[in-house]
């Protein structure tokens, strides 16, 4: 049976290397629906190569020009939010792959799965900011949410390979460290975006890979794991590892660690998102056991990542908390891109924005919403005074 396959975020990093995971299996997948932000050139490139019946822009002068350009297909073009929401419950999609950037794949993310459709997906902070409601919702509507990113796709690799019942100790993220491991704060204080986006291991977009240097990133996952694996918040510990070859280790009560390994490439957790429970053989590149490898293992020390210790404040807190975070790391990252403020005023600005809010646990959709519009707001006040 061939799975219709919509990608949100189709021009991205993910979505570009889920369409060559589409191409490899040409047998078993096809595309229905395609979503992008501003890119309408290689939006439209996708629509000619995998002919969808639905893509989607975020706004109606991108979408007139795009059904322009493709006029002579009968592709529908829709725009903005709703049109994003529309395609998200597009009647022909079995899976719909999150892959957009950011707090705006919460609801198309709802949509999704309240429309009864597998969700894979590559968008964390829409488990950061709304991982309670998520995944209530999920369970209320029967649907699968299989993890993209490699760590948690690790993990759940890890939890279904052991076949686990309640023996599970913890789970253990590792992190990189990204381009600045080991420097102290003298040396991050005029660091640069050029330098900090030169990733060693991964090539991904531009706010997850200032994320992946502050380690923000690493305490979004955390977050992340613990709903998506129904964890308690003392269960998720987070180490260095440099090479990124261990992608996540779980640990059972026994002293037994599972570890999940490949190399650094997002195509292996895309084609097990899509393809689950089965294993596919593909052509991708192999770790060489023919060669000598060293695999190192780095305490993180608390204080040594303001962000990672702001992450599990956030998770133990609860409530909007994470929304709140989540919203204020998007403005302060934007804003160290556009060379506005320096590299150590991200943590600064987070933990101000932080300590301001009044949380509120249990949100609902709406409080969420407002959660990240105030933090948005409350980074920008900060950033421009």
Known sequence: MVQRVAILGSTGSIGTQTLKIVEQFRDKFSVCALATGNNISLLEEQARIFKPEVVSVNNEKQANVLKRNLADLPIKVLAG???????????????????????????????AIRSGKKVALANKE????????????????????????????????????ANRGGELKQVILTASGGPFIGKNRDELANVTAKQALRHP??????????????????????????HLFDLNKTQIQAVVHPESIVHSMVEFVDGSIVAQLGLP??????????????????????????KSHMLHFLPIVPGEFPCLDMAFQALQVGGTLPAVLNGADEIAVRHFLEDRISFLKIPALLAEVMSRHKV?????????????RWSREETETLINH
Not at 202 to 226: C, H, Q
């Open 360 to 372: 509120k646990q249990h949100p609902s959709l709406e409080e969420i919403v407002d959660a990240d």
């Open 201 to 226: 291991n991964w090539l991904m977009g531009p706010r997850i890979t200032i994320d992946s240097a502050t380690m923000m990133n690493k305490g979004f996952e955390v977050i992340e794991a613990y």
């Open 81 to 111: 939010a709703d049109g994003l929401k529309e395609l998200s419950a597009w009647p022909g999609a079995d899976v719909v792959v999150v892959a957009v950037v950011g707090f705006s794949g919460v609801i198309p993310t709802l949509t």
């Open 265 to 290: 490439d997002m195509l292996l957790p895309i084609q097990y998102a899509l393809s689950y429970p089965d294993r596919w053989p593909n052509p991708f590149p192999r770790f060489d056991w023919g």
């Open 126 to 161: 829409t488990l950061v900011a709304a991982g309670e409601l998520i995944m209530a919702e999920a369970r209320r509507h029967n649907t699968v949410i299989m993890p993209i990113d490699s760590e948690h796709a690790a993990i759940f690799q890890c939890l279904h390979a």
